[in-house]
Nanobody, 114 residues
């Protein structure tokens, strides 16, 4: 089992920045990919970004050039640096890690005001 603790969400004005963190504990030796999803009210949960154990990244088109995902394998932590935030980025952001299965964090609210 893997436990995930997210932090860094909050309220920010459009054009601002936030950095999300997600620390994993438990059976971390088996962690492969890590990433972030988000879910806005009334919408489905969508992929934001993923990063492999070796550092290969993948981004949703809507965040390319504005968001950067990174990870610290020694700390079993994944980060999401979000710059040039837009009101449409408002959502609950969920951390995920994959081992033999996918584990989800509890979610952290990001609100971008116009």
């Amino acid at each position: 089992q893997v436990q995930l603790v997210e932090s860094g969400g909050g309220l920010v004005q459009a054009g601002g920045s936030l950095r999300l963190s997600c620390a994993a504990s438990g059976s971390t030796f088996s962690i492969d990919a890590m990433g972030w999803y988000r879910q806005a009210p009334g919408k489905q949960r969508d992929l934001v970004a993923t990063i492999s154990r070796l550092g290969s990244t993948n981004y949703a088109d809507s965040v390319k050039g504005r968001f950067t995902i990174s990870r610290d394998n020694a700390k079993n932590t994944v980060y999401l640096q979000m710059n040039s935030l837009k009101p449409e980025d408002t959502a609950v952001y969920y951390c995920i890690v994959t081992t033999f299965r996918t584990f989800w964090g509890q979610g952290t609210q990001v609100t971008v005001s116009s």
